[in-house]
T-cell receptor, first 110, second 113 residues
């Protein structure tokens, strides 16, 4: 089965609303990363967060390893936040490859 | 720091032709990765190098795909006899030591017609 499951698959917000994106994984992990991608754009790393909580502006990432989940919280959303958010984990196998979730498509309406 | 540089940005090839994609990782990064992204499959790992040595190519289609890293400043992904199903965005990424942030390039959008 899928090792990394993201939810929701898509989300539409009004500007100013908050968003909570979830990533659940069925395997243990070495690290967890969150990426942002605009349509046709490259992946931009938002957080490298193997455990605990990290903040960056309006974004907060929380990874709870024993519960096998990670979340990305976006507060006071803006139209420029629209795009795809992807989580990716690195399994503890010693291989450095990332296993990606299928992404959450976020649309923030003005 | 120009980031990870991939060339070309777009490539159109005819079925059966060869395509070579280039990647210049961030200077000082020891790990270089290749991924492929399609709407149907999402992001798929292809292969990676550590200190120029191939470490894991478990995601590479066994036929027609090959990757090399002849020096620390660039890696190539070669697809022989391209097929329409090879159409995808091919992404290169580098990491300082594999235990830190990955930085992705802008990708090469390959279209096989």
């Amino acid at each position: 089965g899928q090792q990394v499951q993201q939810s929701p698959a898509s989300l539409v917000l009004q500007e100013g609303e908050n968003a909570e994106l979830q990533c659940n994984f069925s395997t243990s992990l070495n690290s967890m990363q969150w990426f942002y991608q605009r349509p046709g754009g490259s992946l931009v790393s938002l957080f490298y967060n193997p455990s605990g909580t990290k903040h960056s502006g309006r974004l907060t990432s929380t990874t709870v390893i024993k519960e096998r989940r990670s979340s990305l919280h976006i507060s006071s959303s803006q139209t420029t936040d629209s795009g795809t958010y992807l989580c990716a984990l690195e399994p503890p196998s010693g291989s450095w490859q990332l296993i990606f979730g299928s992404g959450t498509q976020l649309t923030v309406m003005p | 720091n120009a980031g990870v540089i991939q060339t070309p940005r777009h490539k159109v090839t005819g079925k059966g032709q060869e395509a070579t994609l280039w990647c210049e990782p961030i200077s000082g990064h020891s790990a270089v990765f290749w991924y492929r992204q399609t709407i149907v499959q999402g992001l798929e790992f292809l292969t990676y190098f550590r200190n120029q040595a191939p470490i894991d190519d478990s995601g590479m289609p066994k036929e027609r795909f090959s990757a090399q890293m002849p020096n620390q400043s660039h890696s190539t992904l070669k697809i022989q006899s391209t097929q329409p199903q090879d159409s995808a965005v091919y992404l290169c990424a580098s990491s300082f030591d594999g235990n830190s942030d990955y930085t992705f390039g802008s990708g090469t959008r390959l279209l096989v017609i």
